[in-house]
């Protein structure tokens, strides 16, 4: 079964057009970097390359080349955000895997030990908090 097209009318396209506000914690020639506003664990990331693909079937592997080391990067400065025993990282493909942003996208979520995951597309975060976890990862990363 083929894949939609892609569609630039997405919340993240939206997001990378700054058509509507997101807390962004890291921006380069290829990727953006914010928060996930339903976090499935405080620091929660969503690294998102601005060339446009709805996933990984459609997505050009040099933008792939060029999006993993952001996401290297993100794990790293949110595991020590957090204070984080592990990092899971996890992308989503058709609504089938779970998929509702059609705008390929890698979710960067520290883990600890004993304590669950928050439901994939759960409760919306309170924007104050947002904001302060943006801002203990943007220390990390030295901006
Ligand atoms: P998925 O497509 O299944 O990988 O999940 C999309 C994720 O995007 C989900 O964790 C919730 C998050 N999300 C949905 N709408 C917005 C939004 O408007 N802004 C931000 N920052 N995140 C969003």
């Known amino acids: 079964m083929t894949s939609a097209a892609y569609d630039d009318s997405n919340i993240f396209a939206k997001i990378l057009r700054g058509e509507i506000p997101s ?30 693909s709805r996933n990984i079937f459609d997505a ?30 996890c992308q989503f493909n058709e609504p089938a895997a779970g998929q ?11 883990r600890h030990e004993g304590v669950a995951l ?3 597309s759960g409760k919306m975060e309170d924007g104050g908090v947002l904001a302060a976890n943006a801002e203990k990862i943007k220390g990390e990363l030295g901006n």
């Open 60 to 89: 050009d592997p040099t933008v792939l080349a060029q999006t993993i080391p952001v996401v290297q990067k993100i794990a790293k400065a949110v595991k020590e955000a957090f204070d984080a025993d592990g990092v899971l990282i």
């Open 23 to 52: 807390h962004r914690i890291y921006e380069d020639d290829h990727t953006v970097a914010f928060m996930d506003v339903m976090p499935q664990a405080p620091g929660h990331v969503l690294v998102v390359p601005k060339a446009p």
């Open 100 to 110: 509702s942003v059609f705008h390929l996208h890698f979710h960067v979520i520290p």
């Open 118 to 120: 928050k439901p994939h």
